[in-house]
């Protein structure tokens, strides 16, 4: 058995101002920095063998808090592109609160958490499941099935494209999964790449 452990990136600079961030490269507020090393505190049981995260900084710097807190610090790290957040498209760099008022509370709710809702020059959740679950089947689930702990520090969309196909929800349904800055969520993890357990913990901001 193994530990998957998933943790979305502390709140960035535009979480905090409600932008839509995207595919921007941000970095992480004081806040988001102390939301990773929160959660860290809950990792202090695991022993970790091997990180993912995106090519953008605000998870580097989230897995580093975390590292640190656990001293952890020579911690093999993976970066890549296939766990970006998703691209938002026309909507990127704009003020999400600004929009909703715009286009209407159930656009807007469509637009930011259905399965397969266009987003203008964008990527649907949809777009982003077809470049994670490749990466995961082919990059962390080997690693897992050899009992290998791993964290996967990245971004509110690619990891519910991931808890997505993990808790088996069906696309009608996926409108309801959610993860916030600093949360972590703990899948225990069989030798045969199986989901056995899972635990929620350090409930993050909702941004």
Request: hydrophobic share 35%.
């Amino acid at each position: 058995m193994a530990y998957l452990v998933l943790v979305r990136h502390g709140q960035s600079e535009w979480n905090a101002l409600g932008l839509w961030t995207g595919q921007e490269d941000v970095s992480l507020t004081e806040q988001g920095k102390a939301e990773a090393r929160k959660a860290a505190e809950h990792l202090r049981d695991i022993t970790l063998h091997k990180a993912h995260t995106s090519s953008l900084s605000r998870t580097h710097q989230t897995l580093e808090e975390i590292k640190s807190a656990l001293s952890h610090t020579d911690l093999e790290t993976v970066q890549h592109k296939a766990l970006d957040e998703r691209h938002y498209g026309d909507y990127q760099a704009k003020n999400k609160w600004e929009i909703k008022d715009q286009i209407g509370d159930d656009e807007f709710m469509k637009l930011r958490r259905n399965w397969d809702h266009p987003v203008p020059n964008g990527e649907t959740l949809k777009d982003v499941h077809a470049r994670v679950l490749p990466y995961y089947e082919e990059r962390i689930l080997e690693d897992l099935k050899e009992g290998k702990n791993i964290i996967v520090a990245a971004h509110g969309n690619s990891l519910r494209a991931l808890m997505k196909h993990l808790d088996e929800i069906d696309d009608s349904n996926v409108h309801e999964l959610e993860i916030g800055t600093g949360e972590v969520v703990i899948y225990e993890i069989s030798d045969d790449g199986k989901v056995i357990g899972k635990s929620v913990l350090n409930e993050g901001g909702k941004a």
